[in-house]
């Protein structure tokens, strides 16, 4: 079993930057494969991007593809999604997901990923 927990959402103005963190805790971190999910009101949780313990793969969506950064910091057992230039169309409340299994082919997919945090809420403000 693995506890997410998920901080570092706010408020930001369009064109800003904010950095959410994922602190991880009850297994091994560094096995785990780790991603960030979002969802929207009213819309359904979409990947945003993931990284792959096994092979540091890095995967992100189109949508951020350029804007948002993935990284992870094994001894802190922590997940990092370093985000700039966010559009209003960025808001939303922010998912950390882990599995220990491969995200191969899979990494877009939630049904792919074991735990999940709280969530923590980014609104940009146009």
């Known amino acids: 079993q693995v506890q997410l927990v998920e901080s570092g959402g706010r408020l930001v103005q369009a064109g800003g930057s904010l950095r959410l963190s994922c602190a991880a805790s009850?297994?091994?971190?560094?096995?785990?494969?780790m991603a960030w999910f979002r969802q929207a009101p009213g819309k359904e949780r979409d990947f945003v991007a993931a990284?792959?313990?096994?092979?540091?793969?890095?995967y992100y969506a189109d949508s951020v593809k350029g804007r948002f950064t993935i990284s992870r910091d094994n001894a802190k057992n922590t997940v990092f999604l370093q985000m700039n230039s966010l559009k209003p169309e960025d808001t939303a409340v922010y998912y950390c997901?882990?599995?220990?299994?491969?995200?191969?082919?899979?990494?877009?997919?939630?049904?792919?990923?074991?735990?999940w945090g709280q969530g923590t809420q980014v609104t940009v403000s146009s």
């Open positions: 990284i792959s313990w096994s092979d540091g793969r890095i």
């Open positions: 009850g297994r091994t971190f560094s096995n785990y494969n």
């Open positions: 997901a882990a599995t220990v299994r491969s995200i191969l082919f899979i990494f877009a997919r939630q049904m792919a990923y074991d735990y």
